[in-house]
């Protein structure tokens, strides 16, 4: 835990307004769901405000956004700190040349594509995701912006399950959360 995200007085509010949903989609699964964040204004302007915060003036080119909900917090953050967004598509959702990495989830097994060109090498990159659970779509989406020769600068996720140690399969990339769910 950073000493800033402890101190900020924005992050209780953001963490009120998640709800968790017992057993979905499966039983055992503590689902954290972020639409109730996105009903609340503030709240979901003070957790793009503390990404955007945090990665102004880092130089970063690119924010690429992980489908479906990176692509709810992804854009409002490319847009601020004058970056492009690049989405990283479930399969054959994307019309042009992709490349692809396969990975596996807390529940069940996917595959993330980008679009060939959508970012050059050297680019610096930022990666958004509402969650990181295992820690295996983050790491497929690193996998996919390093294929390309781009420097991953950090992953930013709102919310982060601490117990599932998705953390320690980032290769030692930096990764910022806002909130821990146990
Ligand atoms: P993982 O690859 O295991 O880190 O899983 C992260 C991805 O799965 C994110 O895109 C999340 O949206 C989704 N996900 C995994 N577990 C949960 C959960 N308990 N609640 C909500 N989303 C989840």
């Keep these: 835990m950073s000493a800033y995200r402890d101190k900020d007085p924005r992050i209780h509010g953001i963490q009120s307004k998640i709800r968790v949903v017992p057993d979905f989609p499966k039983p055992g699964i503590m689902f954290q769901d972020i639409t109730t964040l996105l009903l609340d204004p503030k709240a979901f302007k003070d957790t793009v405000d503390l ?59 996917d595959c993330l594509e980008m679009h060939v060109g959508a970012v050059e090498p050297g680019e610096r990159a930022l990666v958004v995701d509402d969650l990181i659970a295992t820690g295996g779509t983050l790491c497929a989406a690193m996998n996919l912006l390093e294929r390309v020769g781009a420097e991953v600068v950090e992953c930013a996720c709102v919310i982060e399950l601490p117990d599932l140690k998705g953390r320690e399969r980032l290769n030692g990339k930096p990764l910022y959360v806002l909130v821990e769910s146990h």
């Design 51 to 109: 990404f955007v915060e945090r990665y102004k003036g880092k130089n970063i080119s690119v924010v690429a956004g992980i489908e479906a909900r990176g692509f709810i917090f992804g854009p409002p953050i490319a847009l601020e700190i004058g970056a492009k967004f690049v989405p990283l598509r479930k399969p054959k959702k994307l019309p042009g040349k992709v490349i692809s990495e396969e990975y596996v989830l807390e529940y069940g097994r």
